[in-house]
């Protein structure tokens, strides 16, 4: 698997979805080309999926809300007559790499917690109608959805058959929607989940397993009134979780998401609009240097509307999401990812104050609530991350949101001897308090102040004031303040020190440290599933030649060692 | 490693522990003896430590309860000059199999578990004293003691060296309770963690990773004053939390815990006073049944002082533990334990209601805590569990909580013909709704029906009446109700299905299933970090021949695949 995987893609290219508009309603057909995988050696039967079917699903849900506003609910159904989705196809599985499976599953969980979220970001609801099979991950596109209608024609089921058949878990959610989400009994859980041919009928109801149970005869016409109903009470209620998308009446317009401008170089690197990325390939180096806006801020929402997917804001967020999604997986040697920041952070400020002031628009809400998912790819990004914060750069607002998503910060003090550009600043803003939490539902600045909220409202305090390091060390803002005599020096120490650890130790250093504080379902999903996850994708019982994994297919159910861990 | 670890010992026996006692301050000298391995191979050298020292720990701090009450602090140094405790021993990490590590792993942390816990159970705080270098597992003794003190010497120091020098996470706790107990910042921690040398002094302090720094010369002085105020403010005070722990003057007099009466088979089966463990080793099954107290409940406290250790709730108790630690250690091919009881659940109740009634009295409390951190020890078996409830049995109150560990409940129905004993009945109690919290800090029943309140109350409401299996059914209590046409088959299937599975997908799927619900710092401990560490212990960068823990101790650094997962 040495092929570059390109993330951005539209629906002229789609090979696995169909997409149907009808006022508020979107129906998403899923109806997989069995040859269309994105790689070799594996057939997508039985509406199963790689990758490339979830980039394509990804790429859906966000146009779903810059292109499709006016859209209140979304039905996600089959394409096929006789299956739903079989799930993540198991050939696939078997043949890929490790680092690839751990990665693939991050995607698609991502994706999920998108649309999951959708209902109160974006005000777009997510309906699942299975008729068929709707098994493992096919049952976990489901369960991401607000809303689950399942046909009561004696053969259609929901399951989770990872366990028994596979030897490995449901990657995507699975067992922790089944126990949280859905508060399944734990008993039943546990038979769901070790039940090879799943729950139908009136049992999947009474479980919760399902939350709506339709005879077949009626089911077209019942999942038709319900995404109504859904798409009526998206325009005319708040979410309710009172958080505050944009109100919409349905005659909104969207935007184009035009194709982002990238260029490759021959060492990899990569060039954007307004995104650079260096590569150090002996350091295992990512740098990735997003510019400040060069234009002023929109003066009006008109004048947002017509830039679209031009405007600064948005045009960064699209550019830096890409990046991280190529630097995951097609850079997976490079183990520490530097942020840096370059141009005029009043500039920054500006455009970002103007989305603020008109977060009721809906373009406005989406361009924020894009920014919050971004931030969390980042948390979530299994490589170091640190920030330096030099002169000359522009760490503000949302921006300034970076630096506590990194691992360390080191902000250069004073003046540079030779450097002519502006002494290093930062600053705080609006949104670094609240608008964009964490996957554990804090944010930054309150997960790095665990148990002294003072120090939050004395970070409060700050904002529109641009700190020197000093005072952004005083602040507790920065890990380091370094003036020009050690800040070489020190870096690269830093730098070359943490190259030399082992990759896998630092990964779950980190993923036990960046999420202090309260558990949510998301952070359960990314540190307790994904970790039992990774350690079962190891053990010989899943992939050794006699494992489940490998044997899949073969009619031989794998062989196990028994011992207990 | 076959031979069978022991987990009983008694102080006669220490060989790396001594315990002085005075007043109400008690004093563990942690001097390891470097010959006292419990394997061949390695030496332990410079206070490390392996399961063996740790069994010596958990048995001075289970007998500092019963045997101590009137203990209200206790401090634990090193009995060595220059080292306060390097750690784990890695050459026996290194040449331990991975089954051992994650279950030594474990053990240790329901250890650290169980002291810090004493101040709010018993009254008994813990106050670590640091003289030279405190790493890796030695500053985790130190993260689960109540109040750390730090001497100030220019090289005494604490460290979390495990990322930098040996590629694994800190196994006990480490983590969590650096970001979540003493809410270090993160930027910090993620210095701390991965700078193999530490830190010391005033930044230890300043960085909140320790509580107290004390000039060398007045160390013994500041710990001998601190350890007898926190031993009046355990007299003086109720806990922070408002625990109900029995108060205490100071007066009490303890009882013994005299050796465990317990016979092994040949085929591996055990047999104890009140409980008795069959082995199926083809069916990779043991069953563990407990007998109702065949004697009535004491008649006051002055009766059941005098029984000590021979009153059945706290024989049962030693002895249920004592075997859940042996299967789990020495039987690591039975996947699957069956919880059996039989006898008269009023006896059972009778005893337990003795013990409620008498909660203020210090015996009756403890041995209260000790059955919560048995169930404890139940939920985090990684095993399946399940209960089987037969003609017979005596599944009430306390025993009636084990039906809300297992995975799954299997309850006969009614008559069974040519089974004289009674109909299978069950009965909740008082204890069931809030004397056992899980490590979720949720009652069992709470987690069962989470999001489901009135079942919680409907299931109250039943205290005082012995449920048959459709009642119990009814109420969610249990998972199957069967009749004796069905029984046999039915958990026949059962049990033969599961033992075909991969022992690692359910042990995945039974850490994620069995504690829905809000998460604390102890699921974190035991679902975040054992899987981690779970999986980095897997990984070549860790444990292959060019690896860190495989290369310890030979001057060459691990060699690390770079790719990050």
Request: with cysteine; proline share 3%; charged share 30%.
């Amino acid at each position: 698997m040495t092929k570059i995987i390109e993330f951005e893609t539209d629906p002229s290219r789609y090979r696995h979805w169909r997409v149907e508009y009808d006022g508020a309603v979107a129906t998403l057909f899923m109806d997989v080309d069995e040859a269309g995988g994105l790689y070799e050696g594996y057939e997508l039967k039985l509406n199963s999926y790689d990758l490339g079917v979830d980039i394509e699903l990804a790429d859906i849900v966000q146009r779903m809300r810059f292109e499709h506003p006016e859209i209140g609910a979304v039905v996600m159904r089959s394409g096929k007559d006789n299956v739903f989705c079989a799930g993540a196809n198991i050939r696939m599985l078997g043949g890929a790499k490790h680092d690839h499976k751990v990665n693939f599953c991050k995607f698609t969980n991502e994706t999920r917690n998108t649309y999951e979220a959708a209902a109160n970001d974006s005000g777009q609801q997510y309906i699942c109608a299975i008729k068929g099979s709707c098994a493992g991950g096919g049952y976990e596109l489901a369960l991401a959805c607000n809303h689950i209608i399942l046909t009561d024609d004696g053969s259609s089921n929901v399951s989770l058959p990872e366990v028994p058949l596979l030897a490995v878990l449901p990657g995507t959610g699975g067992l922790t929607r089944v126990s949280d989400k859905r508060k399944i009994r734990r008993d039943r859980a546990d038979i769901f989940c070790s039940t090879e041919e799943g729950v139908r009928g009136k049992r999947a109801l009474d479980w919760g397993l399902v939350d709506e149970l339709v005879a077949n005869s009626k089911f077209d016409e019942v999942v038709g009134a319900r995404a109504r109903e859904f798409a009526d009470h998206s325009k005319t209620s708040a979410s309710k979780n009172g958080s505050k998308y944009a109100k919409k009446n349905g005659n909104e317009k969207g935007i184009v998401l035009e194709p982002l401008q990238r260029i490759i170089g021959e060492d990899g690197s990569l060039t954007y609009s307004t995104v650079e990325i260096a590569i150090d390939r002996n350091g295992g180096i990512a740098t990735i240097e997003i510019s400040a806006p060069n234009s002023s801020a929109p003066g009006d929402l008109k004048e947002l509307h017509g830039e679209g997917a031009q405007s600064w804001m948005l045009r960064a967020a699209r550019e830096l999401d890409d990046a991280m999604l190529h630097l995951r997986f097609n850079e997976t040697e490079l183990g520490l990812l530097i942020f840096k920041t370059s141009g005029d952070a009043a500039s920054v400020l500006a455009h970002e104050k103007f989305m603020l002031d008109n977060r009721d628009d809906w373009l406005c809400n989406e361009i924020l609530q894009y920014w919050k998912r971004i931030l969390k790819r980042i948390d979530l990004t299994s490589r170091s991350l640190v920030a330096l914060v030099e002169p000359g750069s522009c760490f503000a607002g949302t921006l300034a949101e970076i630096l506590f998503a990194v691992d360390r910060t080191y902000m250069a003090e004073g003046e540079f001897e030779g450097d002519n550009r502006p002494i290093a600043k930062i600053g705080l803003s609006e949104v670094n308090f609240g608008l964009y939490p964490m996957s554990n539902d804090l944010t930054r600045l309150e997960t790095r102040f665990l148990g002294a909220p003072d120090n939050v409202e004395a970070a409060r305090a700050s904002i529109g004031d641009m700190l020197e390091a000093g005072e952004a060390d005083e602040l507790g803002l920065i890990t380091y303040a370094l003036d020009d005599i050690d800040w070489e020096d020190d870096v690269r120490v830093f730098l070359e020190e943490r190259a030399s650890y082992s990759p896998d130790a630092l990964t779950g250093m980190e993923a036990n440290l960046r999420f202090a504080g309260p558990e949510t379902m998301e952070t359960r999903i990314f540190g307790r599933l994904t970790a039992w996850q990774n350690w079962i994708f190891q053990r010989p019982n899943a992939v050794g030649e006699e494992g489940a994994l490998q044997r899949y297919g073969s009619g031989i159910r794998g062989k196990y060692d028994k011992r207990r861990v």
